[in-house]
């Protein structure tokens, strides 16, 4: 078997009397989606944020690429190549596409007019965020420099997916990316996410949403009562029973991980 | 995956609609307009500005539109405007500060004290006066950004401890303008005039346009601007994608607070002495935030141009100027001023609204 991308063994995170992470385990593998999903409270935010760096675990450790790595930020994450879209996008509405593409990691100017007087260089950020956009088929831009607040919903989060599959060089994560888009707004969505990994870069899905999960997921972690319940093939199970596992109403049998 | 399952494949197989495009087709010249003033917010108050010197200038003929007269204006407001641009700062992080005025005085203060009771050299007075400016825009920054406490209170704390600090600090003696002029002249440096073809600058004028222009240039251009706007825009947003925001806001507080000191030293010029009770400890925040409102810079942050706030002050200045110039009741400045104020922020709220 091929070493995982991320791994996790036995996390265990408690917020004062409450465990959100028990012992728990977690693997991404290379070039695969692998969906995430359970009940409110079962922990699977937690689980991403401790991936993300953004928040730090209590035990277990976190191997990227085999080679265990300690965040204490999401900057450490980002500066290892995961890359997070969160629910709420993390944009400022009233800069552009531009600045927001590159919040945080921009780009100066070649010689002394960056080094001296740290001037950006524009130019060359609005190139790379038009040619990222078009890379993912996004949209035939008019106006890089338009703000964000004047995107749709759709549009919005088609930037936040850019970003982070421009930057994301090992690992994209992507939390709820449909709960608040529209049916065919969700349909374009799905699709930059196959476009992501047809580019050989592995995605961590969270939602809620299982048409969606069954359709672009490769593998579904199942996550109940602080750990992972199992992960199963959605070729070879229903939504039904996903619904049943993740409730708790039913009990998977057999081998829980799938070769 | 259960053939009922599939109940998206309808929307799947129409494909063809567009729904991620930027093209919008064509705008008419009012929501061009809209849309100007939206990505350039400074437009405001300087068509607000224009009109008002062309109302001035009408009413009052050459005697407003002299050389001297427009360059007496920039000496008035020299203060406020350098005032203004540090208020600007703070405003964009959706912040407010009620102590910059105070923070001014006691710089000024700090800068005469020090030279006069200790006989240190002016040249070494001035920037031991910025540096503690400096020090008090870091507690301010430390406290809004480290203990979360809004800007409001710390600052309104801060302006009365300053404030007080001040006169204790001062005994209430003003050191006069001739002592300063035989022993430390450097105290006056920002007084001195230079005229060019009958218009009177002063090198505080120079200062104030200097740190206009600069501010202007690193907010525009360099990442630490950008960052300013992304944390008053969004401070959990700019914190998600990678901005300190605690490192931005103190950096904020700080050149704010040597902005504030600079205030100070231009208020030795052109008052030429220092005295711990000007008023400019008193009123200096609220004429601030006045220039800065008039200026088109939103409350809420994370909108608006330093070099808005800029034209907020000289709106100020023309205002009083004309008027008075044209001999009405100093109150009908502040009656206009108060219109002026609660119009911008009407402009405001509707630049907000996006086109749809």
Redesign the interface.
Same mark, same amino acid.
Do not use: C
């Given at each position: 078997m091929t070493t995982p991308v991320l791994e996790a063994r036995g996390l265990v995170k408690r917020y004062g009397k409450v465990t959100a992470l028990d012992h728990c385990d977690f693997d991404l593998r290379p070039g695969e989606i692998l969906a995430v999903i359970g009940d409110n409270g079962a922990g699977k935010s937690t689980l991403i944020k401790a991936l993300s760096g953004?928040v730090i675990p209590d035990g277990g450790e976190i191997l990227l690429d085999g080679k265990p790595v300690a965040f204490t930020s999401? @900057?450490d994450a980002?500066a290892q190549g995961i890359e997070?879209v969160?629910q +709420? &996008?993390?944009?400022?509405?009233?800069?552009s596409i531009a600045? @927001?593409m590159f919040?945080? =990691? /921009?780009l100066?100017m070649p010689g002394v007019m960056g080094k001296v $007087?740290?001037? &950006?260089d =524009?130019k060359r950020m609005e190139e790379f965020s038009r040619e990222k956009l078009a890379e993912l088929g &996004?949209?035939?831009?008019? @106006?890089i420099n338009? +703000?964000v /607040? +004047?995107l749709?919903g759709?549009?919005r989060q088609?930037v936040a997916v850019a970003r982070a599959a421009a930057f994301g060089s090992r690992v994209v994560i992507l939390d709820e990316p449909t709960a608040a888009l529209g049916?065919? /707004?969700s =349909?374009?969505v799905l699709e930059l996410i196959q476009s992501v990994r047809s580019r050989g870069i592995p995605i961590i899905l969270i939602s809620h949403n299982?048409?969606h999960v $069954? /359709?672009v997921a490769d593998r579904i972690h199942i996550h109940r009562l602080g750990k992972r319940l199992c992960v199963i093939d959605?070729?070879a199970h229903?939504?039904s029973d996903a619904v049943a596992y993740m409730t708790g109403a039913a009990v998977p049998e057999g081998h829980l991980e799938p070769a | 995956?259960?053939s009922s %399952?599939?109940?998206?494949d309808v929307?799947?197989t129409r494909?063809a609609?567009k729904?991620?495009?930027?093209?919008?087709g064509k705008k008419s010249v009012w929501s061009r307009f809209h849309d100007a003033l939206?990505?350039t917010p400074a437009l405001v108050p300087l068509i607000v500005l224009l009109a008002a010197c062309i109302i001035f200038g009408l009413v009052l003929g050459s005697k407003f539109f002299s050389p001297f007269a427009l360059t007496l204006i920039l000496q008035q407001v020299q203060i406020v405007g350098v005032l203004a641009a540090a208020q600007a700062l703070i405003i964009l992080t959706a912040g407010i500060d009620l102590s910059v005025g105070a923070i001014a005085v006691l710089c000024s203060v700090i800068m005469g004290q020090v030279s006069f009771r200790y006989g240190v050299p002016a040249g070494l007075a001035v920037p031991i006066g910025l540096a503690c400016g400096t020090a008090i825009g870091a507690a301010n920054g430390w406290l809004v950004s480290r203990l979360r406490l809004p800007p409001f209170i710390v600052t309104l704390g801060m302006w009365q401890i300053v404030l007080a600090v001040n006169y204790l600090y001062s005994a209430n003696e003003t050191i006069r303008a001739q002592d300063i002029e035989t022993s430390a002249p450097f105290l006056q440096f920002l007084g001195t005039k230079f005229t060019l073809g009958g218009a009177v600058f002063t090198l505080g004028v120079v200062l104030m346009l200097l740190v206009v222009l600069v501010l202007a240039?690193?907010l525009r251009?360099?990442?630490?601007g950008?960052?300013v706007?992304?944390v008053g825009? %969004?401070p959990?947003?700019?914190?998600?994608?990678?901005?300190d925001r605690h490192k931005t806001l103190m950096s904020v507080y700080m050149v704010v607070g040597f902005i504030c000191g600079l205030a100070g030293w231009v208020m030795i010029g052109r008052f030429g002495s220092v005295s711990p009770s000007a008023t400019t400890g008193v009123i200096g925040n609220i004429q601030a935030i006045t220039a800065v409102v008039i200026g088109g810079i939103s409350l809420f942050g994370?909108?608006g141009s330093i070099v808005g706030a800029f034209f907020g002050a000289l709106i100020v200045g023309v205002f009083e100027l004309g008027l008075r110039m044209a001999g009405a009741d100093p109150q009908w400045t502040y009656l206009l001023i108060g219109v002026l104020i609660i119009a911008a922020v009407t402009v405001d709220q509707w630049i907000r609204k996006?086109?749809a």
């Open positions: 953004a999401p @900057n980002r997070t969160y +709420t &996008l993390a944009m400022s509405p009233a800069l600045d @927001n919040m945080g =990691r /921009e100066r $007087f740290r001037k &950006l =524009r &996004l949209m035939t831009i008019q @106006n338009q +703000t /607040e +004047t749709s759709g549009q088609g049916v065919k /707004e =349909r374009r299982m048409p $069954f /359709e959605p070729k229903s939504m | 995956m259960a %399952d599939r109940y998206e929307v799947r494909n609609e729904f991620a495009e930027f093209d919008r939206h990505s240039y690193v251009s360099t990442a630490w950008r960052h706007y992304a825009d %969004d959990e947003a700019a914190q998600l994608a990678g901005v994370g909108r996006v086109t």
